[in-house]
């Protein structure tokens, strides 16, 4: 267990649908990573915040959109879904916004658009 | 951009086999970089990381890793397997001048027979 939690553990959706995609950091980290992991593009990172506040972004496509909350938890938005968005999505949380910083990863939202 | 390559995409191995994962980074400047695996069901665990220093970096469960800046290489390595180590293997990379999220490659699955 790394401490990271993900909910839902399972997403099932249908074309043109919202959803949105829960994280909470492990106790003391101030940074969120948000990965999407699907069989032809690999790992890819989307957006990271850093203590509430957008630090960096990946190939996150503007349908998609994240925040982080003063309590630190994350949310990742996906709206008008496609079927190439069905992927697994990983989020990630480190103690700062540092380089060489360890990033524990949680356990998955799988999404499924239909 | 930053890219990391895998070679190998599936590698079959008996027990007590030796394992060597190639992993080449393209990005010039200083790197920190990572191997992470993914058992089957579970999430993503960080196996070593290397950010300066001695090139040879020991991780858990028995797997080191060598830094070779003149290959652009970190290729992950281990006497001797074992059935437990069957998952997913996957290189990243940092590049300190480029934010912190990690560039993984496309990972590597191994599959050990007993």
């Known amino acids: 267990d790394s401490g990271v939690t993900q909910t839902p553990k399972h997403l099932i959706t249908a074309t043109g649908q919202r959803v949105t995609l829960r994280c909470s950091p492990r106790?003391?980290?101030?940074?969120v990573y948000w990965y999407q992991q699907s069989l032809d593009q690999g790992l890819q990172f989307l957006i990271q915040y850093y203590n509430g506040e957008e630090r960096a972004k990946g190939n996150i496509l503007e349908r998609f959109s994240a925040q982080q909350f003063p309590d630190l938890h994350s949310e990742l938005n996906l709206s008008s879904l496609e079927l190439g968005d069905s992927a697994l999505y990983f989020c990630?949380?480190?103690?700062?916004?540092?380089?060489?910083?360890?990033?524990?990863f949680g356990p998955g939202t799988r999404l499924t658009v239909l | 951009a930053q890219s990391v390559s895998q070679h190998n995409h599936h590698v079959i191995l008996s027990e007590a086999a030796s394992l060597e994962l190639g992993c080449n980074y393209s990005?010039?400047?200083?790197?920190?970089l990572f191997w992470y695996v993914q058992y089957p069901g579970q999430h993503l665990q960080l196996l070593l990381k290397?950010?300066?220093?001695?090139?040879l970096v020991k991780g858990i469960k028995g797997f080191e890793a060598e830094f070779i800046k003149s290959k652009f290489s970190f290729n992950l390595r281990k006497p001797s397997v074992q059935w437990s180590d069957t998952a997913e293997y996957f290189c990243a990379v940092n590049a300190n001048q480029a934010g912190t999220a990690l560039i993984f490659g496309k990972g590597t699955t191994l599959s050990v027979s007993s």
């Open positions: 290397y950010f300066s220093g001695d090139p």
């Open positions: 990630a949380s480190s103690v700062d916004s540092g380089s060489g910083n360890e990033q524990f």
């Open positions: 106790s003391g980290d101030l940074s």
């Open positions: 990005y010039g400047g200083t790197v920190n």
